[in-house]
């Protein structure tokens, strides 16, 4: 039962604005269980992601994290990774605003430099003749292009000989040099300061980024740069939440993408996510009975697993009413996440040693578990599933990949079983087309459309580079689609004259 003070507390915070009472109802450090563990640092052992994509895209999310952790108290309160609840020193300028450009190789910042001698040693010169059936046998990229900073050819004469070709990638290259080196420049980001709960009678705009930010009443974004870095983040949670959120911009209606059988699926799941008013109040007698959470399984997870609590907490902002319970599974999903270590032992009450990160918000839970998702599937660990309350999501699982398609052919007949949503992003429009044409292939017949695939209104902004190849640019969660398993509707049969 609230006490006197408690409640007198309440009907002050219910009188105030917005602004004013979001800064006092803001929690304290989150109490994370398992940080009581050892941690002395060890060695982890290197395991298979679920996408042969080992790019930077990955290490540029966890970078864009410990950015936002160093550059806001709300990111280290919230955030997993923070051993304690001293300060943090200051992190000194390294950068100005206006001395962003610098060559890989001769760039102020160790890692940058050391991401150059990585490409040198990987990637190969995309020079016609270097191609099988040229002239020339295969050779790694040595020279830094003069206006983009990036190796991408053997030579100079290499360079300026194909250099129409490069031109077309050149102007984009010379945007993911600028925002790596943003990124470490020692600046305070205010971009990482989100948004926290608001009034229930604003209504949230998902027309795109700058409608849902101003609704969501995050601190204004005036630069290009900025709004790049925060998208970064952002676009994870708030791509699961522009699905299933009943004011989502894919709808039914035509170009809305949704199909007939997406609609019945994500209707259940939004009736789930905005539940109707109970009446219910802070005292006993205002007691009621509560819905369960809704599970949002996280297959393959990586980076993502390690971004800032603030940042997911985004999703509990967008359903207030609705508990969420967040797991994210698979063996790279403790990815950044060091500090953490050893993984909780396995017990009967924790059988797959997951981390539990319970109340990083009142009405959020977080789960971790470093294991396959078909092995704990098979033990019926998570049974039963409901479509109501559950959803599977996928970040670039790169189903279709050659290297990788092998470790999802197990999972994918019992993800269909469950007949759950399944949501999936792509890093570029090939990556998305191969995933599609590997799920038509490996279960044809056995599976419904619920999203059409195309752009995802909330990807990233920044592109990334893979270093294997500084040709091939690719933005987080490019493109977005989903589907389930089959549901088979019995009918009757007319009785016979």
Same mark, same amino acid.
């Given at each position: ?29 989150? =109490? ?38 160093? =550059? ?22 390294? *950068? ?36 099988? #059936? ?9 020279? &830094? ?37 943003? *990124?470490?420049? #020692? ?12 009034? @229930? ?42 699905? *299933?959120?009943? !004011? ?7 170009? #809305? ?42 297959? #393959? ?13 985004? !999703? ?23 500090? &953490? ?88 429009? &090939?990556?998305? &087309? ?20 195309? @752009?995802?209104?909330?990807?990233? *902004? ?36």
């Amino acid at each position: 039962m609230a006490l006197p003070a408690e409640l007198a507390a309440r009907s002050a915070l219910s009188r105030m604005c917005t602004r004013c009472s979001v800064s006092l109802r803001r929690p304290s450090l989150v =109490s994370n269980r398992f940080l009581q563990a050892s941690r002395q640092p060890q060695q982890r052992r290197s395991l298979s992601g679920k996408s042969p994509r080992t790019t930077q895209a990955e290490s540029l999310a966890a970078s864009a994290a410990r950015a936002s952790q160093n =550059s806001n108290s709300v990111s280290k309160r919230f955030s997993s990774s923070s051993p304690s609840l001293r300060s943090e020193p200051q992190t000194k300028r390294v *950068l100005a605003a206006d001395d962003l450009f610098h060559s890989f190789t001769n760039s102020p910042i160790p890692e940058i430099r050391q991401r150059a001698n990585f490409i040198k040693q990987h990637a190969g010169c995309p020079h016609p003749h270097h191609q099988p #059936g040229g002239a020339m046998a295969p050779a790694h990229v040595n020279f &830094e292009c003069p206006d983009c900073g990036i190796p991408v050819y053997c030579s100079q004469e290499h360079w300026a000989d194909d250099y129409e070709a490069h031109l077309e990638i050149c102007d984009t290259l010379r945007q993911i040099n600028e925002d790596d080196h943003d *990124l470490r420049s #020692g600046r305070f980001f205010p971009e990482f300061t989100y948004a926290e709960s608001q009034l @229930e009678e604003a209504l949230v705009n998902m027309t795109n980024w700058d409608t849902f930010l101003y609704t969501r009443e995050f601190n204004a974004i005036n630069d290009d740069r900025g709004m790049r870095q925060a998208t970064r983040l952002l676009t994870y949670p708030v791509t699961i939440g522009s699905i *299933l959120h009943e !004011l989502s911009p894919y709808n039914i209606k035509a170009g #809305g993408r949704i199909t007939p059988e997406g609609i019945k699926s994500f209707s259940a799941l939004r009736y789930t996510l905005h539940p109707p008013k109970t009446g219910g109040g802070s005292d006993i007698k205002g007691l009621r009975i509560q819905a369960p959470a809704v599970r949002l399984f996280i297959l #393959g997870a990586r980076a993502e697993s390690s971004l800032p609590r603030n940042a997911w907490i985004q !999703l509990a902002h967008l359903f207030p009413h609705q508990r969420i319970h967040l797991i994210f599974i698979g063996p790279e999903s403790m990815l950044n996440r060091d500090d &953490e270590f050893p993984l909780p032992p396995r017990t009967p009450t924790n059988p797959w040693g997951a981390v539990v990160e319970d109340r990083v918000w009142p009405t959020m839970k977080i789960s971790t578990i470093v294991d396959y998702y078909h092995t704990i599937h098979k033990t019926g660990y998570f049974y039963p599933y409901d479509p109501y309350f559950d959803c599977f999501v996928m970040f670039h699982p790169g189903l279709g990949h050659p290297a990788s398609s092998h470790e999802w052919e197990e999972t994918l007949p019992m993800l269909l079983e469950t007949k759950a949503p399944i949501i999936v992003t792509g890093y570029t429009q &090939e990556d998305m &087309e191969r995933d599609i044409d590997w799920v038509n292939k490996t279960a044809a017949g056995e599976f419904d459309v619920l999203m059409e695939p195309g @752009e995802n209104k909330f990807r990233s *902004l920044r592109w990334d580079l893979n270093d294997m190849d500084p040709q091939d640019i690719s933005a987080g969660n490019w493109g977005v689609w989903a589907f389930r398993g089959k549901r088979y509707e019995t009918t009757r049969k007319p009785a016979e004259q």
